[in-house]
Nanobody, 125 residues
């Protein structure tokens, strides 16, 4: 079975940091792009960042550029999202997802084949 297990969410004050982890199993890690998305209450799910495991290409949305960093650990089949300088508008459920063939970084939701269950991030003001 394909599984994406997102974790690392929590409650943090504005300006604080969190690191999310996405452990991937059941697929060939190097043949996918892994994306991070978030969905705030009453809003549509939006793409935050993506990394192509094929060529290492990385994308950040304008809203997180300069504050968030995506990385991966091939030995652990894990993708991380380091989130610094968090803002209250960053409160959302954060999801990771896998896209095949992963040769283009994308945040188009319909291009993702597998999704994790989400982890809640709450940023207090």
């Amino acid at each position: 079975d394909v599984q994406l297990q997102a974790s690392g969410g929590g409650l943090v004050e504005a300006g604080g940091s969190l690191r999310l982890s996405c452990v991937v199993s059941g697929i060939s890690f190097d043949e996918y792009a892994i994306g991070w998305f978030r969905q705030a209450p009453g809003k549509e799910r939006e793409g935050v960042s993506c990394i192509s495991k094929r060529d290492g290409s990385i994308y950040y949305s304008d809203s997180v550029k300069g504050r968030f960093t995506i990385s991966s650990d091939n030995a652990k089949n894990t993708v991380y999202l380091q989130m610094n300088s968090l803002k209250p508008e960053g409160t959302a459920v954060y999801y990771c997802a896998a896209n095949y063939p992963g040769d283009v970084v994308t945040t188009r939701l319909w291009e993702y084949d597998y999704w994790g269950q989400g982890t809640q991030v709450t940023v207090s003001s």
